[in-house]
């Protein structure tokens, strides 16, 4: 009944029938996974300006009345939203005696140090100044220059995103033993995708790759994949999609032809500083932006608050495979045991 279904299924139509077929039965991806070129596209990734923003945080996550305490490189900040909502980023302990700011209390937009009373907003004070950031709307974004080692950028550097007043995003975020390398180079490899998450991808096929040269000043330093995204069952959704390194801790998905064209996937890497063992460790902040210029995306959009959780379950499953993977990277580029 299935297969004359199948058999009958129109081209046009978004969900594509998947043959089920066999995990081992795909083609070998390791000849076209050449090393040097992944290495060849890191590197050129890690030399592009990033103008010192780090992402943090989804811009979600930053309430009003609420201070959100994180940790870039090893430095303790503090990002809350003023009276108009703006964010405001500085440094994470109170110039006075270095009380955690994470823990003050929000009065009028201000916060108010909760061991002595000291109020500190925007406008700073003797011995704290709050920090260039930015609020995209999806992520939250904070410019540390005495740590990024680029030239200081007004804003950060973000690539084109579907029109927010239609799009959904939701935004996972976990944590690995690695460095931002290991997070990017993972992502410049994506000839895994359908034998490492076969949960997800089917049908995936490399069509173009960067130059292997290391000092190539290719323009369009991409990857261009068709890949069929499985949506349970016996369909899937077949599409292609660019990988593009905009600035060294960023890899971005981007669909450029079926459905949900213009939607993108950011990959953000940010480097937390060592844990307690005195590894480093790095957030993978995954910002997915899904759109569609179908009538039932814009009825599925007005659902977004039951969607985004789902999208977020789906992008953590990815990572949690994926982040083993870089911290088996770190630790063989380094020589650790284990």
């Given at each position: ?97 270095g009380a955690p700011l994470a823990q003050a209390h929000i009065d009028c937009g201000a916060l108010v140090c909760r061991w002595h009373g000291l ?191 789902i999208m977020t379950r789906a992008a953590t499953r990815l990572w949690r495979d994926d982040l083993a993977y870089a911290e088996r990277r770190y ?8």
């Open positions: 009944m299935n297969n004359l279904l199948f058999r009958r299924w129109p081209d046009r139509w978004p969900l594509q029938p998947i043959d089920p077929g066999n995990w081992a039965d795909q083609e070998p991806t390791y000849h076209a996974a050449k090393p040097a070129l992944i290495a060849a596209t890191l590197q050129r990734a890690q030399q592009r300006p990033s103008g010192n923003w780090y992402v943090f945080a989804a811009s979600r996550d930053i309430r009003p009345g609420r201070p959100f305490g994180f940790t870039i490189a090893g430095v303790e900040l503090v990002a809350w939203r003023d009276r108009g909502q703006r964010l405001v980023v500085g440094p994470g302990a109170c110039p006075h005696l109020r500190l907003d925007s406008g700073g004070e003797a011995g704290w100044t709050p920090l260039p950031c930015h609020d995209d709307g999806v992520l939250a974004w904070v410019r540390l220059d005495h740590i990024g080692d680029s030239s200081p950028l007004e804003t950060p550097v973000i690539g084109a995103r579907p029109p927010a007043h239609r799009a959904i995003a939701a935004v996972a975020t976990l944590s690995g033993v690695c460095e931002p390398a290991d997070i990017v180079a993972n992502r410049l490899d994506p000839w895994h995708g359908a034998w490492f998450h076969p949960y997800s991808f089917t049908r995936l096929e490399v069509l173009e790759t960067p130059s292997q040269q290391h000092d190539s000043a290719d323009s369009d330093d991409r990857f261009l994949v068709a890949v069929t995204f499985r949506v349970g069952g016996r369909l899937g959704v077949p599409v292609r999609a660019e990988f593009t390194s905009p600035e060294p801790r960023t890899v971005t998905m981007r669909i450029i032809d079926g459905e949900g064209s213009g939607s993108v996937v950011e990959t953000h890497a940010t480097p937390l500083g060592p844990g307690p063992d005195g590894e480093p460790r790095t957030a993978v902040i995954e910002a997915v932006i899904a759109d569609s210029t179908r009538l039932g995306f814009a009825r599925a959009s007005h659902a977004a608050r039951f969607l985004r959780p630790r063989q580029r380094t020589q650790k045991p284990g």
